[in-house]
């Protein structure tokens, strides 16, 4: 009865709080990135907890929220004036569908007034969530460091009264720990890492190539490597095609080659350097968990969707090492010298 009460409590509190959950997870993403750096300062320099807590939400402000809310000061405008140019949409798109008629495999996609008209009201509809989520990112930002300072100022108590609530062997602990700690990490670092690097290269070859607005391009280029499988093939090859409709087929076809040779390469490079340091993620872990946390969370489910994915394989090692007669397969924990939260 009492779990159940407690299971039912739960269920209220996260129905009617679900607004602002986003808030609860960027908390516990910063939290976890800035955890060991906090412990050292507040611990080994006996810094104050305070004032070191208002630091990092200070370099936060700084280094997180300034930098995305430039970026969406710039793309807001830009593309609600081209999505307001219907005659250069009408344009290019005629110009695109001349030149896809008499193509191999282009011909067979369905080009026809029609589909314009409807992809035209798909975009538009979501130009009034898209705002309404403007709003909730900025009320959940205030939410997000919020909770941030709460988390880090009692951040032992918190830590010691999540260990004991938590049914299972240290070991299991530190395996559960473990796992959390490497997919934030390798999400919430590893994301904008590639997003950057990409749309920068994009930004090059789009001005090399003589692209309209290469900025925009380059950066709606970045941002499209979230997107699963596609990831920046979503912007450089319909770009190319266009080009190449307009008849500028050396810079169409420099276009293609520039996005399969270089910025389709960047992701690999950096998943088999920078990012393989800071999580190894099973590609299809991160595939399906991005679109499983676009779907509950919005932007903050790249980090949260692979988690929760990933989380299911090591609640089965758990349950091995709990329950099962065989033997653990649960893997040793290295410690770098900052014991994890649920160690003890």
């Known amino acids: 009865m009492l779990i159940l009460i407690i299971i039912l409590v739960c269920i209220l509190i996260f ?3 679900f607004y602002y959950l986003p808030g609860f997870l960027g908390a516990i993403t910063l939290y976890v990135l800035y955890r060991n750096s906090y412990f050292k300062l507040t611990e080994q320099r006996r810094w104050n907890k305070v004032l070191t807590s208002l630091m990092f939400i200070l370099l936060s402000i700084v280094f997180i929220v300034l930098p995305i809310w430039a970026l969406v000061d710039y793309l807001v405008p830009q593309i609600t004036s081209f999505l307001n140019n219907t005659d250069k949409i009408v344009s290019q798109f005629n110009l695109l569908k001349e030149y896809m008629a008499d193509k191999p495999f282009l011909k067979d996609i369905d080009m026809s007034d029609e589909a314009l008209l409807a992809m035209l009201q798909r975009m538009t509809k979501y130009v009034p969530s898209i705002l309404n989520s403007v709003a909730e990112v900025m009320i959940n930002i205030i939410v997000t460091l919020f909770v941030l300072y ?3 100022v009692y ?5 010691s009264y999540i260990s004991s609530g938590v ?6 602990k530190q395996e559960l720990w473990k796992e959390f700690d490497s997919m934030v990490r390798s999400n919430a670092i590893g994301i904008p890492i590639l997003g950057f690097f990409q749309g920068l290269v994009a930004v090059l070859g789009y001005w090399i190539f003589g692209v309209d ?3 925009l391009m380059g950066m709606l280029t970045g941002i499209a490597s979230i997107v699963p499988v596609l990831g920046t093939m979503t912007i450089y090859v319909p770009l190319g095609i266009i080009t190449l409709a307009s008849g500028e087929t050396g810079n169409g076809i420099g276009i293609l080659l520039f996005g399969f040779l270089l910025i389709g390469s960047i992701d690999n490079i950096l998943r088999f350097t920078i990012l393989k340091t800071l999580g190894n993620v099973p590609p ?3 595939v399906f968990g ?4 676009l779907k509950l969370f919005g932007m903050l489910g790249l980090i949260f969707g692979p988690l929760i994915l990933s989380s299911v394989g090591v609640l089965i090692k758990v349950y091995s090492n709990e329950y ?8 040793d924990q290295h410690d770098s010298g900052d014991h994890p939260p649920f160690s003890k």
């Not at 951040?155 to 830590?159: G, K, L, N």
């Not at 049914?167 to 299991?172: A, D, G, I, L």
């Open 213 to 215: 607005n290469f900025i």
């Open 15 to 17: 129905h009617n709080l």
């Open 324 to 331: 099962g007669k065989g033997p653990s397969i649960l893997l």
């Open 290 to 293: 991005v679109l499983l946390g």
């Open 284 to 286: 299809l872990i991160t």
């Open 167 to 172: 049914p299972f062997s240290p070991k299991s």
């Open 150 to 152: 709460f988390m880090q």
């Open 155 to 159: 951040a032992r108590q918190m830590e």
